[in-house]
């Protein structure tokens, strides 16, 4: 029987702010490519997430950094659900549920009115997932910050 390791999430340091850009980047160009915005999101985080009002969180196992999300402030009370990575090392082990659940009892606890999120149809698992904490989809604005989206979901907190 496998033993599960304990994941805890952490609040962003500047020390892992390399592990948030290299998570992301090594999903993004498995399935697209990294797009001028991704580029100013993950490698000034602090600047363009931080310091504008939102958060970057880190799934931490055993030591090690296994996955991370943002919140990217849009406007007071709604935020972007944003960046969200898993480790392939740790993929398959609830991890990104364990985000989701950590994003969404973050977001009520701050008392926002959304969350949105960006995603394409072909990531078919992080679609089900997002679907399974109740995102649902909604009209994707013609000048999506992303050129990859062809869905955009919101959760009504």
């Not at 020390?15 to 697209?32: G, I, M, P, Q």
């Not at 960046?83 to 082990?93: C, D, F, H, L, N």
């Not at 973050?106 to 008392?111: A, C, L, N, Y």
């Not at 995102?135 to 989206?149: G, N, V």
Request: charged share 25%; aromatic share 12%.
């Amino acid at each position: 029987m496998k033993t599960l390791k304990k994941t805890t999430i952490i609040p962003f340091d500047p020390k892992y702010a390399k592990d948030f850009a290299d998570l992301n980047v090594e999903w993004l160009e498995k399935y697209f490519v990294v797009e001028p915005h991704d580029v100013d999101l993950l490698e000034q985080c602090e600047e363009t997430i931080i310091n504008q009002g939102g958060y970057i969180f880190f799934a931490k196992i055993d030591g090690a950094i296994a996955g991370t999300f943002a919140l990217i402030k849009i406007e007071d009370g709604v935020y972007e659900l944003g960046k969200m990575a898993v480790s392939p090392k740790y993929q398959g082990q609830k991890i990104g549920q364990q985000l989701m659940e950590f994003c969404i009892e973050f977001s009520k606890i701050q008392g926002w009115t959304k969350v949105v999120l960006y995603s394409n149809r072909i990531l078919k698992n992080a679609i089900h997932i997002y679907s399974k904490y109740g995102f649902i989809e909604i009209e994707l604005e013609k000048d999506s910050p992303y050129q990859r989206s062809n869905i955009k979901m919101e959760l009504v907190l």
